[in-house]
């Protein structure tokens, strides 16, 4: 019976990957508490642009959104796809580019689409499904943070008013918890008109400078920018959440991996054991015989 | 009254002051205590608080928004170089 060795060699590389997926787990779990603290830095900044936005759309004319709410005939379609660089993640990069294959489906049939990737994952996706790819942002996570976003999202707006793309929507996965994200898919552009909020009746009474219709006008390629920003942060710390469930499980399945070759290992060694002395205790007979 | 100053990445300043001096779209203008509420743009320029300590801070923003409201002024800056 030559599965002692076998086995043992099995328990060493079990056992070597299971310190590499606990290893990723830990790395993952610090990368995550990291990529929470920017999402919690940013929620101030984000919510009060948007009650400010809505405070003054509040009482200016809804459709005077400017060139960025303009609806159109939409021919060309550009897809927004926020995944990660990385695999080993679970379906965290599989459920962005799947929304995406389903929303053109059903959606944007037969339309020109166009796909900006932010995360090498689904560029290479959506490339072997045939689509085309324009741009692909992959070192954005290398330093993360507004000044790196900014600059494409006012890509994306210029795009957008010079009529390359009619209709824009990001797809990312929003983070819920370190144990859930959630794909969600966003419209971009033409922006959707404020949404009043319900309880206008405690606007206070603000002086406005320049004009209503210019601060919303500056406001919106702010909060446009903002969205984009607060979907890689949300994704980026999908991203870490994600791993970090996958590498827990896959942790956990080398420990119960391990505990069964182990017992293999002793039943075999044990048999061995008994054959060995079986043998001696047969040789020892023939001789006294 | 209370000044915030944020921006998408970091809250850069949050105290108390007794006087601000903010870029406006129209023109460099001054919050005081109970100031009117207010909601202005804010071009690339110098925002100055002086601190209830005294201190005199100043910070260069690319522009943004303030806003004023019952001697609580916010500012929201996309940069603070």
Redesign the interface.
Same mark, same amino acid.
């Given at each position: 019976m030559g599965g002692l060795k076998e086995v043992r060699e099995r328990i060493t590389s079990v056992s070597s990957t299971r310190q590499i997926t606990s290893a990723m787990k830990m790395v993952s779990a610090a990368k995550l508490r990291r990529a929470q603290d920017a999402v919690t830095r940013m929620r101030p900044y984000a919510s009060k642009l948007k009650e400010i936005l809505e405070n003054v759309s509040s009482t200016v004319d809804a459709s005077d959104g400017g060139v960025y709410a303009s609806e159109r005939e939409v021919k060309t379609v550009l897809i927004v796809a926020v995944s990660s660089n990385r695999g080993l993640c679970g379906g965290f990069n599989a459920n962005v580019s799947k929304a995406i294959l389903k929303a053109i489906d059903e959606d944007f049939a037969g339309k020109d689409i166009k796909v900006l990737a932010i995360g090498k994952k689904s560029a290479e996706f959506l490339t072997r499904r045939g689509l085309e790819v324009i741009e692909t942002h992959n070192d954005v996570f290398d330093a993360l943070n507004f000044e790196v976003i900014a600059p494409i999202a006012e890509g994306i707006m210029k795009g957008f008013v010079d009529g390359t793309y009619d209709r824009v929507e990001i797809f990312y996965n929003e983070f819920i918890n370190a144990a859930s994200q959630t794909t969600v898919r966003e419209q971009f552009l033409p922006v959707a008109p404020p949404q009043h909020s319900s309880d206008s009746k405690r606007t206070t009474d603000y002086i406005f400078e320049p004009s209503k219709t210019e601060i919303v006008l500056d406001l919106i390629p702010r909060s446009l920018k903002t969205q984009l920003y607060k979907s890689v942060l949300d994704s980026l710390a999908s991203e870490h959440g994600a791993r970090m469930t996958a590498m827990h499980k896959a942790t956990d399945n080398a420990t119960e991996m391990l505990k069964q070759l182990k017992l293999t290992y002793n039943k075999a060694r044990q048999a061995s054991i008994t054959n060995e002395i079986l043998e001696i205790v047969g040789g020892a007979a023939a001789l006294e015989g | 009254m209370k000044v &915030?100053i944020?921006?998408?990445?970091?809250?850069v300043f949050e105290g108390q002051a007794r006087h601000v001096q903010l870029p406006?779209?129209?023109g460099l203008f001054g919050v005081l205590e109970n100031h009117?509420?207010?909601?202005?743009?804010l071009i690339a320029g110098k925002v100055k608080v002086e601190a209830a300590d005294g201190d005199l801070h100043i910070f260069n923003i690319t522009g943004?928004?303030v &806003?004023v409201?019952?001697n609580k002024v916010?500012v929201?800056a996309?940069?603070v170089l």
């Open positions: - | &915030e944020v921006t998408p990445d970091v809250k406006g779209a129209k009117a509420s207010i909601i202005s743009t943004g928004v &806003e409201n019952s916010i929201l996309e940069k």
